[in-house]
């Protein structure tokens, strides 16, 4: 397929590779430069999304930031209002940051109404990464290999039976388009499947890929003007039994230290993720992406591309919560001086352990209506198995939270659920899964808060 990535603009990979050596955790700038450089260059930043689960997680003192409740993830969210005299106001020193402002307009009516610039990647650079046709072309063009794979056309397609290779065990059919909740990919295991798929997907170019077995990992990264910061490593969690019926449903994150993986895997990981990150950059892409990938059962432990998120990502909160008890500036921070300024400061690395942090997102088995959402906070669950809260001191910083607790941030709002709605993310300050199995089961704790969760919306868990 043709690239519109053109070629590479930083070191060559086995460079990259050889520079990012185990010891490296996390790259950014030190915490104190960069709220000395925030607070010269804004005077407000609104964060858009349906809750304040990443926001709070930035950690540090910032009178300038606030969360408003504003994503195309809220069924009853409230227009924006326009500025005053019916006109929208001009933006100054004011800026919005959206979880995923490539998905509608939300981000952009409501930063035109309420006078802040929005701080979003280029719009066309944006949607070329999301899509999983042309991602293709990028991870050609940063060298990072991936599955086998079929593009099945929109138009004039041959019978299901064409696209299937005998020899795959399974395959992962994929929408082109972006979805934030994994309802674009589906397993198909055989022809006849496939064929059922492609009739529920007309008129669409599809990618089908090789199901490789593996760890699935998400790198967190930051595309500045003069160079890609990586952030954390974390091991996806995607379709787990008893969090949700949907195969390629996020349900979660691990956050990981190179000691939980493999000799040589993180650096890995962190390698490819660099390296996408400068074809974004030499293709004009500013602030923070994530890179999904498989660490391949089959192939010595090869990073193979999934997916680049062009946007947050749920497991942002968590990498601010590594970032901040490292002494760096957290990533939403970094994304504001990325779309700011036309370099970073100068950089600074985490050879800290980092914390063995999690979180899962809850989903509804069928759809029902939500009753007494319990208010966002910290929760603790006695041994009963009942959560307790939110706690009216507050909530601590994750890695303080003790072995009961877990923060607790609704994404459900009271009213009308759907099957497959995401209920709640719980966060906690150890793993809840183990890290062996692509896709782990919970531990006992996680299936207790899990229960504790869907008693919480009843009728609708």
Same mark, same amino acid.
């Given at each position: ?125 944006? +949607?070329? #990464?999301?899509?999983?046709? @042309? *991602? &293709?072309?990028?991870? %050609?063009?940063? $060298? =990072?290999?991936?599955?086998?794979? /079929? ?119 962190? +390698?490819? #993720?660099?390296?996408?990150? @400068? *074809? &974004?950059?030499?293709? %004009?892409?500013? $602030? =923070?992406?994530?890179?999904?990938? /498989? ?39 970094l994304h504001v001086l990325a779309c700011l300024l036309p370099e970073l400061p100068p950089g600074r690395v985490s050879a800290a352990r980092v914390p063995r942090l999690s979180q899962l997102v809850v989903h509804a088995e069928r759809a029902g209506h939500a009753r007494d959402v319990p208010a966002a906070g910290r929760y603790r669950l006695d041994a009963h198995g009942a959560a307790h809260g939110p ?30 709605? @995401? ?39």
């Amino acid at each position: 397929m043709a690239s519109s990535y053109g070629a590479r603009t930083a070191a060559d990979p086995a460079g990259a590779r050889d520079g990012l050596p185990d010891e490296v955790r996390l790259d950014g700038i030190a915490a104190d430069e960069g709220l000395a450089l925030l607070g010269e260059s804004v005077d407000r930043v609104a964060w858009l999304d349906r809750s304040a689960f990443l926001s709070a997680s930035f950690g540090y003192p910032a009178p300038w930031l606030r969360h408003v409740a504003v994503s195309p993830l809220l069924r009853t969210a409230a227009a924006p209002g326009p500025g005053r005299g019916g006109r929208p106001r001009p933006a100054g020193r004011s800026c919005a940051v959206a979880f995923a402002p490539e998905h509608g307009d939300h981000a952009v009516r409501w930063a035109r109404a309420h006078g802040h610039r929005l701080l979003a990647p280029d719009p066309a650079v944006t +949607a070329r #990464a999301a899509d999983k046709i @042309e *991602v &293709l072309g990028l991870f %050609g063009a940063a $060298g =990072v290999a991936v599955p086998e794979h /079929v593009v099945v056309p929109a138009r004039d397609r041959a019978a299901a039976a064409a696209y299937w290779r005998a020899d795959w065990p399974a395959a992962v059919l994929q929408r082109r388009e972006n979805n934030l909740l994994g309802q674009g990919t589906v397993r198909v295991d055989d022809a006849r499947a496939l064929e059922a798929a492609l009739r529920a997907w007309p008129g669409r170019a599809l990618r089908l890929s090789r199901l490789v077995p593996g760890r699935s990992l998400t790198v967190s990264a930051c595309v500045g003007g003069d160079r890609t910061v990586v952030g954390a490593v974390s091991q996806q969690l995607v379709g787990l039994p008893g969090l949700t019926a949907g195969w390629g449903t996020h349900c979660g994150n691990q956050l990981l230290d190179p000691a939980d993986l493999p000799p040589g895997t993180y650096a890995r990981a962190r +390698a490819a #993720a660099l390296s996408v990150g @400068e *074809v &974004l950059r030499a293709q %004009g892409y500013r $602030g =923070v992406f994530g890179l999904d990938l /498989v660490e391949s059962q089959e192939a010595g432990g090869e990073m193979l591309g999934i997916e680049v998120n062009p946007r947050f990502q749920t497991v942002s909160s968590l990498g601010q919560a590594a970032e901040h008890a490292a002494g760096l500036l957290p990533a939403l921070g970094l994304h504001v001086l990325a779309c700011l300024l036309p370099e970073l400061p100068p950089g600074r690395v985490s050879a800290a352990r980092v914390p063995r942090l999690s979180q899962l997102v809850v989903h509804a088995e069928r759809a029902g209506h939500a009753r007494d959402v319990p208010a966002a906070g910290r929760y603790r669950l006695d041994a009963h198995g009942a959560a307790h809260g939110p706690d009216p001191a507050g909530p601590l910083p994750l890695p303080l939270l003790g072995a009961d607790e877990a923060l607790w941030w609704p994404h459900a709002a009271p009213g009308r659920v759907v099957a497959g709605d @995401e209920l709640v993310l719980l966060q906690f300050p150890a793993h809840r899964c183990a890290l062996t199995a692509a896709r782990p089961a919970l531990d006992p704790a996680a299936l207790a808060w899990r229960a504790a969760a869907a008693r919480a919306w009843e009728g609708a868990a």
